[in-house]
């Protein structure tokens, strides 16, 4: 990941994030990676359901 941020932030790369661009895509993954993303979505969005829940739902009826 640090690879990623420190090639963004070049001088000489077409295009470049801003610190608030690359402190939001951080917040977006970590929350990716520790499953609270999906908890966010669905508080934001309360009809929101993933496929796999719709599944599992059809199968346990």
């Not at 295009?15 to 669905?42: K, N, V």
């Not at 993933?50 to 059809?58: A, E, F, L, M, Y």
């Amino acid at each position: 990941m640090n690879a990623v941020i420190s090639k963004r932030f070049a001088k000489k790369q077409q295009m470049q994030w801003s610190r608030r661009g690359a402190h939001l895509l951080l917040q977006t993954r970590t929350r990716t990676l520790d499953g609270s993303l999906q908890a966010t979505f669905e508080h934001w969005y309360p009809g929101m359901m993933n496929d796999n829940d719709r599944d599992q739902s059809r199968a346990a009826a």
